[in-house]
């Protein structure tokens, strides 16, 4: 049976079929400018279309790639994940029956792990374009309604192809949990967040999400604009990349998207780097005058393909000129050629040409010039992002959120009898998880190869002991 056959796999039917390198950049090039007819208006009356600049998208070869990768990783899981195979109809079925209190022991006989990836860049670079231009191109669409079906083993099922937003500003995973939810409510039509609110503890709300997304079967997960301080600077940094390690091991793909400095622990540690390595650990860096082939050749090129002028002028000049005025940064670029173009439609006239005084008037012009001085100074100092990961570690983290210790003396009689009774029972709960743990582990050496197992074993982590966890989360960063 070929399982990337919509046919034998209907989660497939709402993907286009994989595409290869070689078609990949016309599938991902998109023209907002196809269908406007342009060039019947007067040129000054233009003007209004230059805002579809944002819609307009030239791939280069580093986002042909990642596309691609992108691609095979939702076709790949989905494969993995196939609804006629009896034994993942099974799995699902437990997963949605799953209950909070027996997560700890159950989850690792539901694991089906999925792929990860990183996109580190600084503001300006298209990652987010990128994703979403990527997604939109591969997936016919978003939300694909399925009807009854008993080969596959449900009445009704609505798959979310993907599902894409922005990681939370607290870095919780009580806010990444309602932003989650809120955007597969936003989509299905749900009341997913809303019944996430009436929820008793955060382990009840992690489990919940792990199972919508698996009984959903979203293609990936995309989580972008992680920054530095919202994620490897987060007192609760640890405790999200084991929920994003448990959402990998229920088989969900998932790239995280965002500043390098973001990415520092993902890199260090060996485990996380490899899982999320699997789709590839990409950083777009500025075109640099010794670097800057793919911006002459691509970037440059594919921008002004997006043009309401009947004509260029030396297309060569502006191009020769054009790194050094946007410091390499695509969208530094882009800001001054839409400037550009507006200065030439606003001339007099029944047709105009854009010229390269045109564009050198618009990088000193009063609405970006702010831009172009920050373009400025990171060509002359660099932008520091893009530093060795060691060196950026050397910055301590904020220290871990702690609960106060309680303010009532324990050298009465009766405190020390809580207290004694307090440490046994600790020390009982110590010895039942670690023999837990050790029949677990013996389990899954049966049939896992022993990274499989060590990721297990830190997803099972994420959920012990989360109610003591749950008490260092402020209330509010759950909202």
Known sequence: MNAHDPIQNPLLEAFAPFV??????AKLFHDPLAHVPWRSM????REPYLELLKEHFFPTGAAVDIAVRMHAAILGGLSRRNPLDPAEQIRINQLALL???DARDVLPALSNPATGGVIAAITGMGKSCLVERTLRAIATQQVIVHARSEACGWSKLMQVSYLKLDFPSNGTRGGLVQRILSQLDRILGTTYAERNGRMRNLDA???AVMKVLSVHRVGMLVLDEMQQSNFACSPWHQEVVLFLLSLLNLGIPTMICGQPGAFIGIKQERQTLRRFSEIGNFTLEPASPTNQEWWVTQLVPGIMRFNLCEAVDRPEEITQMSRDVAAGVPGFFACVWKEAQRLALRRAGR?????????????????IVELMQEAARMDAEGTGDYADAGAMAEAKRPPRVRRKPSKGTIDVP???????????AADLRRQKQVARHAKRTAELEKSLPPDDVRISNLSMELLDGLDELQRDVPKPNRE
Do not use: N, Y
């Open 20 to 25: 290869s390198v070689s078609k990949m950049p």
């Open 42 to 45: 007067p040129p000054e009356l």
């Open 99 to 101: 209950r909070t209190e």
């Open 205 to 207: 709300s992690l489990v």
């Open 351 to 367: 047709t105009t040409t854009l010229t390269p005084e045109d564009f050198i008037k618009a990088s000193k012009c009063q609405a």
């Open 414 to 424: 009766a405190g020390r009898k809580r207290v004694v009774h307090k440490l046994r």
